[in-house]
């Protein structure tokens, strides 16, 4: 399985995003709320993008929220797969809020993340069931 964390990967553009906002659906894995998708559009290359966020009321500065961006990048690039092979042949889209409001350590980050991607993997698939 490839650990990569390409540009394709990021989720980018108002229209997907407001679309995801809007139709998505949202659960929560502490520290992190998530808003996922699945798409219907087949021009998406990867099974799945993300966009990740830091809240600017919470962490001040810039040094601070990109510190946890990386570390929460840096965790879902290495765990990806945890998703990736639950989803078969459908695409989804990730919004990943950080809710928190200190700087935790990297190990934490990884040991939510994992959480995090096995409690979407199960959603995905009891809404896949559904139809």
């Not at 099974?47 to 919470?58: E, G, L, T």
């Not at 409001?101 to 009891?126: G, P």
Request: proline residues 2%.
């Amino acid at each position: 399985m490839d650990n990569s964390f390409t540009k394709a990967e990021r989720l980018h553009g108002k229209k997907e995003i407001n679309n995801l906002f809007d139709n998505g659906e949202k659960i929560f894995s502490y520290p992190y709320r998530i808003f996922w998708h699945i798409v219907d559009v087949d021009n998406q290359q990867v099974p799945i993008s993300i966009i990740i966020s830091v809240s600017k009321r919470n962490f001040k500065r810039a040094v601070d929220r990109n510190l946890i961006k990386r570390y929460i990048r840096e965790s879902y690039r290495t765990q990806k797969s945890l998703l990736q092979d639950s989803l078969e042949n459908k695409k989804i889209q990730i919004a990943l809020l950080y809710i928190e409001k200190e700087i935790k350590n990297f190990h934490f980050h990884e040991k939510a993340i994992k959480k995090m991607l096995l409690k979407v993997s199960e959603d995905v698939e009891k809404v896949c069931a559904k139809k």
